[in-house]
């Protein structure tokens, strides 16, 4: 398979502590990445990914760093992306100011995350409606592909806000469900788990490999983050300049191709009896990501699984290939 994104947390720490967060970012964590690190795995990556994605944590505490990331995978042509709480937006003045400096870098797509979690006593103080609406009014003359990101059920303020924002700016709309990772792990808590909710079909996702700023590497942007060291979405790498050799390596991996193409549903179906029971009893909730890491952080059902997908593994390398390239088309599509 081939990767969209190669995601680089650049820190642990936020201005923000959100009960969602699914890298327990906030004021008190601890965590950077290196300039070196970070150049090392960008080269090492650049044959097998299509973009870089600048995130956290918050990114833009560490403005230099994010900037030389990005102007960096401009120079290598890939496509560079950033995902930001968008607090540095105070003033249209400040707002502008820090578009333009995204721009010069030759940032291609810009990602503000915004939902209800964001809308707290605890966060207020730093991000709302008013700095949503500096970063869009700000970035919306430029080139820049602009995305809300909203994470919950809809329905409550932030989700109108994001809206009508979004409309008003041209920028899309992109809506996901709370995780049961990190601090999101006490939200899933209160909610019920059962295999028969597990959405089917593929995940995208596990294509968009992180490297955390513990040089963990993963497979898999966000819910893989923690998993176990036998875990096929957990990368081996003695240095970030290993990433590309990682990514490769992993490209012809039968069960992250099996994710890729047909979800981690196909891969629970072909599971022992035993192996289901159990792996059922490890759901987090009803969400592919928490049935996923249910699977790869059982060190036995990936035993399993590699004696069942291994006589399959070329189908499945270029099944993945074909699904790429649909996914890149229907991007395309989206963006005309």
Known sequence: MRYNTLGIHLTNACPLTCDHCITDSSPRSRGDLSWEQIEGAVRSAATYVDGVCVTGGEPMLRPDLALATIRLTHDLGLRSSMVTSGYWARTPAKAAAVVAELVAAGLD???VSFDQFHLTQKTARFVGAGTLHHLLEAAAPTRMELVVQYCGTGGDEAHGIAESAAVRYGARLETAEVLPFGRGAALARRRDADMADVPTGPCGVVGRPILTPEVDFYTCCGPARGATVHSPLRLSIDSAAQAGSALAAASVDPIINSIHTRGPRALFDRLSSEARQRVSRNLRDSSMCSLCRAITDDEE???ELRGELDREALRLVA????????????VARCHR
């Open 109 to 111: 797509k810009l990602a």
């Open 301 to 303: 059902a990936v035993s």
């Open 319 to 330: 099944l993945s290939g074909v699904l790429h390239v649909a996914q890149d088309e229907e």
